[in-house]
Nanobody, 124 residues
Framework: QVQLVESGGGLVQAGGSLRLSCAAS????????MGWFRQAPGTEREFVAA????????YYSDSVKGRFTISRDNAKNTVALQMDSLKPEDTAVYYC?????????????????WGQGTQVTVSS
């Protein structure tokens, strides 16, 4: 059983940066592909970024491509999401997710483990 704990959320002005971190325990991070999703009030949970088990492949939604960077450290069992040039529309609860297997996925239903989420608020 994998437990995921996100940290690093907060309040930032538009144009600023935040770095989210996800710590995995109860399993081995290196066995799972990882993803970040987000959910704003009244909306569906949406894909943000994903990274393969090895870290060799990364995927981003069009809305964050070029501004966000996902990375992982399998030795430390962590995954990070560096968020730059933040916009008010990036405001949401951000969730870390783990998927058994090699390949990452953009589909939330393919992830079996989820963190509790961390709030990111971007003011205009």
């Amino acid at each position: 059983q994998v437990q995921l704990v996100e940290s690093g959320g907060g309040l930032v002005q538009a144009g600023g940066s935040l770095r989210l971190s996800c710590a995995a325990s109860g399993g081995t991070n290196s066995r799972h592909a990882m993803g970040w999703f987000r959910q704003a009030p009244g909306t569906e949970r949406e894909f943000v970024a994903a990274i393969s088990r090895s870290g060799g492949m990364t995927y981003y939604s069009d809305s964050v491509k070029g501004r966000f960077t996902i990375s992982r450290d399998n030795a430390k069992n962590t995954v990070a999401l560096q968020m730059d040039s933040l916009k008010p529309e990036d405001t949401a609860v951000y969730y870390c997710a783990a998927r058994s297997g090699i390949s990452a996925s953009t589909l939330s239903q393919e992830y079996g483990y989820w963190g509790q989420g961390t709030q990111v608020t971007v003011s205009s």
